[in-house]
């Protein structure tokens, strides 16, 4: 009874003992019980849940150690999941949520760049920001850019500008065959590699586009002998990767050829499945965790040992981009948008890829790029890092006009 | 089935001829009671200034739209359709290349996606009307497979990007206008429409026409004996569910403010599917009903687990064997045996 009494009291009057000690606190300390909230909208089931995966693991190893060294301006980071189901339609709905409901300062995740071009303008209609960590359509920071839209990992233009650097240097005016999926992401690939070799000396030995799924691709080998290329560039992926290069194993024709493609013909996924068909194989990508920089090697140590695997590029990109997120909140003083779009444009920050600046006039980060080799025995595969292209080089112009 | 012919004779859900002027059916009660459950949540989401559930409802409300032309199909007539989405997504393309390009106009991007609708729906209804039962929902499942890599592989259209950059606008009835950014003003106006259409339908269906939709289902092989050209009935339901369903997609881009490939999917037609099935087949008001409740259920148990979809399925298989008639049809199955048991004891 007496006990019961005393807590009311003291409820009765927490109000006003907390106006005696709201001058004791000064306004800093008071902001910093509250976290910074950063939205994560990335699919975690589905046919893209591996990729979610690695950006959740990404961004939370990051915030662990921002957390553990302090936060950021004396604040923890907090970080909310929402499933996007790798649909833009989902993906908007929980966006709103996020921003609406769970008032995030930011919010980041998305992999389908339609969902990335859709939140982005979600984000711009509720005056927030948001980052992508994976998506590489060009379009997000060209035609389609949106001031409250960064992005932190490489376009499919770097990707593409950085392996024609390095064939225009390891095989000077090679005589390129092209090979790509019907449909039309796997042909807008190949023309726009097809652009960039060009540019840099190389020249068409021809191309064919087979069917999404094909089963035997042994129909186009005829074709590809007649035409004598030196290097073959394909834009398959998954499966059907496996396909294309197993069968040219069979029929002999990996042998005096230079396979390039994609950064995502051939992946940590489907890699097992082509086993030493693999081999040589070269690729663009931003990020290969056999990168021989101490920051990587603490990186790949560290997520190692958290999660019992290598971290991939979407895993290495989601990881930087709380650095970059620190450095920005910290340069603005808080996460109000529009101090901290300004700090945001033109940054530079360090991440396990080496350093990064995000390019003001179009949100696109700038980094060097890196021609990969795979080296498969059979038994285990490494993605080699065979050369290396200054960011300069591999970003192309700024064709963003909106802002 | 003897059970469904019997349903057409006495339905429990729906007032016969004789008492339709009297009274007003148990389903129609329902409907009734929905609406005022709506308005009593718009009012408290408006208080509570919270536009992120009114936004949500609307969502709900527009895919109860593609979901009530799905029970059209396979409530009323007894057609599955496993490619709704073609003209859902279809009015949603439309609209928002209207609203884009053309002109910021409600009406204007309506009327483009209604004709739209009707002159696909008249194509793939002769088309898929060619064959029966199963044959007849794969035929539907094709064409939005056909339709929606199309999309997808067309740059004019956004291929896999979608569109971006649909405006927000005003909708004008006469001298006054609502705006769509207006989580509130819009909701009130999806929610207009949705009676509207359930209206509208409810009454077309306790119609000669759809007395003979119903025969159909019952045993189409006897509706010729009846002097009715059961194909031509079947072709104009299925036209008349594009309409809706293109109407109901033309809402999308205005609410979200894009237009991507995936609305066209078959996860699209599928979820429609299931939530007629849920909320209550052959009622109309059943897939409002569980539109409401399977987007509430997918947004707050999405943001807890990323097994969502396992509940999700759980609730579709539990409502199969212990719902049969959805939600809606064992609400109104019990109303009408407490109805029964009053009018016994005077």
Redesign the interface.
């Known amino acids: 009874m007496s006990k019961n009494a005393l807590l009311r009291s003291v409820y009765a009057l927490s109000p006003l003992l907390a106006l005696l000690a709201a001058p004791l606190v000064t306004a800093g300390t008071a902001e910093a019980a509250d976290p910074i909230r950063i939205g994560v909208v990335t699919p ?2 589905g046919t893209y849940a591996p990729i979610g995966q690695q950006v959740r693991w990404g961004l939370e190893l990051a915030t662990k150690e921002v957390n553990a060294a302090g936060g950021i301006l004396g604040r923890q980071v907090e970080l909310l999941f ?2 996007e189901e790798a ?3 989902v993906a ?3 966006a ?2 996020l921003f ?2 769970n008032k995030v300062d930011f919010l980041t995740g998305t992999v389908n ?2 969902s990335t ?2 939140v ?3 984000a711009e ?1 509720n005056g927030r920001l948001i980052a992508t960590t994976v998506s590489f ?1 060009d ?1 997000i920071t060209t035609d ?1 850019c949106s001031p409250n839209v960064f992005r932190v990992n490489a376009r499919a233009g770097q990707q593409s500008a950085a392996l024609a650097e390095w064939l225009a240097k390891d095989k000077p005016k090679a005589k390129v065959y092209y090979l790509g999926p019907d ?3 796997g042909r ?1 690939t190949v023309a726009a590699f097809k652009a960039a070799a060009e540019k840099t000396g190389a020249q068409s030995a021809g191309e064919v586009f087979a069917p999404l799924g094909s089963k035997d691709y042994s129909q186009y080998f005829g074709q590809l002998r007649a035409a004598r290329p030196s290097v073959l560039y394909t834009s398959t992926a998954g499966n059907d990767t496996v396909r294309l290069l197993t069968q040219m194993g069979e029929y002999g024709l990996l042998r005096n050829l230079t396979i390039v493609g994609a950064s995502g013909t051939v992946t940590a996924q489907n890699i097992g499945a082509i086993g030493k068909a693999a081999d040589g194989f070269v690729t663009g990508v931003g990020y290969s965790a056999e990168l021989a920089t101490p920051e990587n090697q603490a990186f790949v140590a560290a997520f190692r040992k958290e999660y019992n695997t290598a971290p991939d590029l979407y895993g290495a990109d989601s990881y930087g981009l709380i650095g970059f997120f620190k450095a920005a909140v910290e340069k603005a003083g808080g996460t109000d948008t529009d101090a901290l779009r300004k700090a945001m444009e033109g940054l530079s920050w360090s991440t396990p890829q080496g350093s990064k600046t995000m390019r003001a006039g179009d949100h696109q980060a700038i980094q060097d790029m890196y021609a990969v080799r795979i080296a498969a025995d059979g038994s285990s595969t490494r993605f080699d890092v065979v050369g290396t292209v200054p960011g300069e080089a591999a970003i192309g112009p700024d064709q963003c006009t909106r802002f | 089935m003897p059970e469904a012919t019997l349903r057409t004779v006495s339905d429990p859900g729906r007032a016969g001829p004789a008492s339709r002027s009297s009274r007003l059916a148990p389903v129609h009660w329902l409907a009734l009671i929905f609406l005022a459950a709506a308005l009593g949540f718009a009012a408290v989401a408006w208080a509570t200034g919270n536009g992120f559930y009114l936004r949500l409802a609307t969502e709900a409300l527009i895919f109860a739209g593609l979901a009530m032309s799905v029970d059209l199909l396979l409530g009323y007539t007894g057609l599955l359709s496993l490619g709704q989405a073609l003209y859902f997504g279809l009015g949603a393309y439309v609209s928002a290349l209207v609203l884009r390009d053309v002109a910021p106009s409600f009406w204007l991007a309506m009327a483009a996606a209604l004709l739209a609708g009707g002159v696909a729906g008249l194509i793939g209804g002769v088309i898929a009307n060619r064959v029966k039962g199963v044959y007849f929902a794969l035929i539907t499942f094709g064409l939005a497979q056909v339709a929606a890599k199309t999309v997808y592989n067309t740059r004019a259209l956004g291929a896999s990007d979608g569109l971006i950059g649909i405006p927000q606008i005003q909708v004008g009835f006469g001298p006054f206008s609502l705006d769509t950014a207006d989580p509130l003003s819009f909701f009130l106006l999806v929610l207009g429409l949705t009676v509207v259409a359930y209206a509208g339908l409810s009454y077309l269906m306790d119609a000669p026409f759809g007395r003979t939709l119903a025969a159909i289902r019952a045993n189409e092989k006897r509706v010729p004996f009846l002097g009715f050209n059961a194909w031509r009935y079947k072709l104009a339901v299925y036209v008349l569910a594009a309409c809706v369903a293109a109407l109901a997609g033309a809402l999308y881009p205005m609410l979200r403010g894009f237009v991507s490939p995936e609305l066209m999917f078959f996860e699209t037609s599928g979820n429609a599917v299931i939530t007629v099935i849920v909320g209550g087949v052959g009622t109309l008001v059943g897939p409002v009903v569980g539109s409401l409740l399977l987007t509430a259920l997918r947004s707050v148990v999405g943001s807890w687990t990323e097994h969502h979809l396992i509940v999700v399925g759980v609730i579709f298989m539990l409502s199969v064997i212990f719902l049969r008639k959805g939600l809606v049809g064992a609400l109104l199955a019990r109303l009408s045996r407490r109805g029964e048991q009053g009018r016994a004891t005077p």
Do not use: F, I
Request: net charge neutral; hydrophobic share 30%.
């Open positions: 975690l089931s929402e499933d649909n833009p339609a908007t709905q929980k709103e949520k609406q409901v760049s339609g071009l859709a982005g303008q979600l209609r359509s379009a389609k449909y039309e992401m807008s």
